[in-house]
């Protein structure tokens, strides 16, 4: 069954960095698009980067401070967030696409994490 957990969250400072973790299970997480999403109190899932064999990784919101990339060998995909803001505070989501082209619409994708925690505040 596809599945993938998302790790790394937790508290930090304002002008702090996280690197968050999807781990992939059941099927090889270079075959498909991944995306990253999140989702704040009262807001909806905004779409923040996707990354694919096909077309490499692409940028939704945030780009120059969050980066996106993947190691095969571990079967996971990464996003490195630098100069956080408490507006940055949300839920983050890793998200497996139905197919191999990258989409920052929550439709188009299909398997969802149970989703890691990020919180900025002094």
């Known amino acids: 069954q596809l599945q993938v957990v998302e790790s790394g969250g937790g508290l930090v400072q304002p002008g702090g960095s996280l690197r968050l973790s999807c781990a992939a299970s059941?099927?090889?997480?270079?075959?498909?698009?991944i995306g990253w999403f999140r989702q704040a109190p009262g807001k909806e899932r905004e779409g923040l980067s996707c990354?694919?064999?096909?077309?490499?990784s692409t940028y939704y919101s945030v780009k120059g401070r969050f980066t996106i990339s993947r190691d095969n060998a571990k079967n996971t995909v990464y996003l490195q967030m630098n100069s956080l803001k408490p507006e940055d505070t949300a839920v983050y989501y890793c998200?497996?696409?139905?197919?191999?082209?990258?989409?920052?619409?929550?439709?188009?994708?299909?398997?969802w994490g149970q989703g890691t925690q990020v919180t900025v505040s002094s």
């Open positions: 059941g099927f090889t997480l270079g075959a498909y698009a």
């Open positions: 998200a497996t696409n139905a197919g191999v082209y990258c989409s920052g619409y929550v439709q188009s994708y299909v398997y």
């Open positions: 990354i694919s064999s096909r077309s490499g």
